[in-house]
């Protein structure tokens, strides 16, 4: 089955620094990823869709100036928390369009920022 | 605005029986319905999804079930394993927007012995 792969699977970091995570998909072309944000005990919250080849299309209140996204390649897309702050600290988590219209997942990156 | 809802927030059920699962949604241009299983610290794994067109679709002890007309469905599971214990997330999407999902709030599932 079609398979995502995330890194790191959690980072510590000091406040004002940045922070790349990589989602890839390892079987698999993925022109479209999305990247999700998880806070304890709560849904998935969509953040942005990474397009190969194209600026990432961001969700209403989330800032495309701190939350960097690239997809440089049909299999990379990254995801770059900037001058991250302690309420950044969150699950984040990567997906990939595989067969059909089902969303493959990564593990998630847990982010804690001191 | 949660356009996708699950209003249980956790359930537990004993091993062998059967664990049922409800999601309700509000957009009517939802066509397509998928639940995921999530253990802490991992991302979600696809359990088993169904089209708008179907109102039912099985795979091994998982069953879903739609009804357009009340924008409701449900995931039964049957019989249920101690394993099964995790959080259900039902997600749904709109056609042409690249598999773009919206996910509920969630489900804990506890099988107990």
């Known amino acids: 089955g079609a398979v995502v792969s995330q890194h790191p699977s959690r980072v510590i970091c000091k406040s004002g620094t940045s922070v790349k995570i990589e989602c890839r998909s390892l079987?698999?072309?993925?022109?479209?990823m999305f990247w999700y944000r998880q806070f304890p005990k709560q849904s998935l919250m969509l953040m942005a869709t990474s397009n190969e080849g194209s600026k990432a299309t961001y969700e209403q209140g989330v800032e495309k100036d701190k939350f960097l996204i690239n997809h440089a390649s049909l299999t990379l897309s990254t995801l770059t928390v900037t001058s991250a702050h302690p309420e950044d600290s969150s699950f984040y988590i990567c997906?990939?369009?595989?067969?059909?219209?089902?969303?493959?997942f990564g593990n998630g990156t847990r982010l804690t920022v001191t | 605005d949660q356009q996708v809802k699950q209003n249980s927030p956790s359930l537990s059920v004993q091993e062998g029986r059967i664990s049922i699962l409800n999601c309700d949604y509000t957009?009517?241009?939802?066509?397509?319905f998928l639940w995921y299983k999530k253990y802490p610290a991992e991302g979600p794994t696809f359990l088993i999804s169904?089209?708008?067109?179907?109102d039912k679709n099985e795979d091994g002890r998982f069953t879903v079930f739609l009804n357009k007309s009340a924008k409701h469905l449900s995931l039964h599971i049957v019989p249920s394993q101690p394993g099964d214990s995790a959080v259900y997330f039902c997600?749904?999407?709109?056609?042409?927007?690249?598999?773009?999902?919206?996910f509920g709030t969630g489900t804990r599932l506890q099988v107990t012995l």
């Open positions: 997906s990939a369009k595989g067969q059909g219209r089902t969303l493959h």
């Open positions: 079987d698999f072309q993925a022109t479209t």
């Open positions: 957009n009517s241009m939802f066509d397509y």
């Open positions: 997600a749904a999407s709109v056609a042409g927007t690249a598999s773009k999902l919206t």
């Open positions: 169904i089209s708008s067109i179907k």
